[in-house]
């Protein structure tokens, strides 16, 4: 089971990243996929969620019109889009395949 992030990296404030992560290993299609984020010295935060499907999603009140959770079943991958970005979505982002795997993470640094 293997679950690869990529897409992270350094933006400036205002700045657009989209973060994928590539699933193999497993039956993605029957899993919910979900992101989180952790900020040095703070825990683990759910950032977006999407069901098996794709027609259902969540966000996080603090990223709510600003992330947008995708994923396509037919290449085994979620996305996640990130717009607007500011200095405190500075996280290591992780996507995991609710409730068993998770990814080994990807830095984004959100800084001018």
């Known amino acids: 089971v293997q679950l690869v992030e990529s897409g992270g990296g350094l933006v400036q404030p205002g700045g657009s990243l989209r973060l994928s992560c590539a699933a193999s290993?497993?039956?993605?299609?029957?899993?919910?996929m979900r992101w989180y984020r952790q900020a040095p010295g703070k825990e683990r935060e759910l950032v977006a969620a999407?069901?098996?499907?794709?027609?259902?999603?969540n966000y996080a009140d603090s990223v709510k019109g600003r992330f947008t959770i995708s994923r396509d079943n037919a290449k085994n991958t979620v996305y996640l889009q990130m717009n607007s970005l500011k200095p405190e979505d500075t996280a290591v982002y992780y996507c995991?395949?609710?409730?068993?795997?998770w990814g080994q993470g990807a830095q984004v640094t959100v800084s001018s």
């Open positions: 290993g497993f039956t993605f299609s029957r899993y919910a």
């Open positions: 995991y395949a609710f409730p068993r795997f």
């Open positions: 999407i069901d098996s499907a794709g027609g259902s999603t």
